[in-house]
């Protein structure tokens, strides 16, 4: 019977820094780098038979691409991603400033 960690950690090895970062592509010159944002996690267990099992996952949030043109090197932002973060926090935000000017009118 395989060691579950042993498994795991073969697993995790393709994790980190090579998951959030694109293998680089070359396009008519131009030098992209695609970034994400990844998120994983492994558990794993046995019981006293000795029978156990294991289980993992992850997900991946694409942010955007490093690009480089000649000597000018920017990052290009996934408008997409940005627009489904800012979204949440812009009502948030808009909620909270509301309560603190609704709760700030009553105490005059």
Request: charge should be positive; aromatic fraction near 10%; avoid cysteine.
């Amino acid at each position: 019977m395989p060691n579950i960690a042993i498994e795991l950690g073969k697993i995790s090895a393709n994790l980190g820094v090579t998951a959030a970062y694109g293998e680089q592509q070359d396009l008519d010159g131009v030098k992209v780098l695609p970034v994400a944002a990844t998120w994983s996690g492994f558990g794993g267990g046995s019981d006293e038979a000795g029978t156990g099992g294991g289980g993992g996952g992850g997900f991946s949030l694409p942010v955007g691409a490093y690009v480089r043109r000649g000597s000018e090197f920017r990052f290009a932002p996934n408008i997409v991603t940005l627009l489904a973060v800012l979204t949440p926090f812009v009502w948030v935000s808009g909620r909270a400033l509301g309560f603190v000017l609704k709760t700030a009118k009553k105490k005059r």
